[in-house]
Nanobody, 130 residues
Framework: QVQLVESGGGSVESGGSLTLSCVAS????????MGWFRQTPVKEREGVAS???????GYADSVKARFTISRDNAKNTVYLHMYNLRPEDTAMYYC????????????????????????WGQGTQVTVSS
């Protein structure tokens, strides 16, 4: 059974940095397309960044030049490095294994969150204070 476990969330001041980690287990096929998403109580879940097994990455416009997604296939781990955080980045952040292809375009399509084949982690909270 595939499982994703996120960690690294926390509370920071505006302008601060955090790195989220997502450890995947239970995969028997090739390294999947991985993504980070976020959700608040008043907004639908939205894509933040995605990365393919070859390292090709895509980002939502709101986080470009501030967030970097990376992966270590040997450790089955995906990271989200977040810099210059803003209060509007406050959300629950979720890791996901996606079937969307090409992978680096996944977060450009809002429908990706509704794919029943996606596997989701339990989420990690990020809070940015002004």
């Amino acid at each position: 059974q595939v499982q994703l476990v996120e960690s690294g969330g926390g509370s920071v001041e505006s302008g601060g940095s955090l790195t989220l980690s997502c450890v995947a287990s239970g995969y028997t096929s090739n390294d999947p397309c991985m993504g980070w998403f976020r959700q608040t109580p008043v907004k639908e879940r939205e894509g933040v960044a995605s990365i393919g097994s070859d390292g090709s990455a895509g980002y939502a416009d709101s986080v470009k030049a501030r967030f970097t997604i990376s992966r270590d296939n040997a450790k089955n781990t995906v990271y989200l490095h977040m810099y210059n955080l803003r209060p509007e980045d406050t959300a629950m952040y979720y890791c996901a294994a996606l079937e969307w292809r090409p992978c680096d375009e996944a977060v450009q399509h809002s429908v990706v969150i509704h794919d029943p084949r996606n596997v989701w982690g339990q989420g990690t909270q990020v809070t940015v204070s002004s």
